[in-house]
């Protein structure tokens, strides 16, 4: 296993399109987070999944934010009718149930709306 | 609602010994988290606090007093590849719902100077 991997690496979109990020966790964690950093920022946390629950939501995650985890495996984080205030670095992160462990995380999709 | 506040930047000399000091306030304290992050890329973990006292980790101690909401992360002999931002990093707990997500402070930008 190689990590938590996210895809696309980059984006760019116009404003008002949707898009749509996949993340692969680490295949034994059962626990995925999104994250969103802006630059000089520290992350902000948008949303966390326990296998395929989606236990909770940042107030940060507006209505056109949506994010799934159909089989408990790997996510996927939409943005609709995106704005130029969405643009950031979007991480993922996975972690074990078992214990107080560190949460790993991939190495981000920077998007860019034009 | 959590706070965490860290120096936004730092020098220090190749061969040295840095301090970067954490301070936060938070309910539900539940782990204090470091990670490093190099620009560009993705945050990887450097140590986890949860008990007062010092964790010690090769050139890396994180340090942490509860009563105090006060963190310290401790590079010692200084190398150049050290230049990253160092992330403070809180995760609290929430009575029945069992989040673990972060809280992240803005970075301290450190940068390591022949």
Redesign the interface.
Known sequence: DTGVSQDPRHKITKRGQNVTFRCDPISEHNRLYWYRQTLGQGPEFLTYFQNEAQLEKSRLLSDRFSAERPKGSFSTLEIQRTEQGDSAMYLCASSSFLGNTEAFFGQGTRLTVV | GQN?DQPTEMTATEGAIVQINCTYQTSGF??L?W?QQHAG?????LS?N?LDGLEEKGRFSSFLSRSKGYSYLLLKELQMKDSASY?C?VRSTYSG???????????TKLSVIP
């Open positions: 965490i539940n782990g988290f990670y890329e993705a945050p990887t973990f986890y949860v992330l990093a719902a069992g989040s673990y997500q972060l809280t992240f402070g803005k970075g």
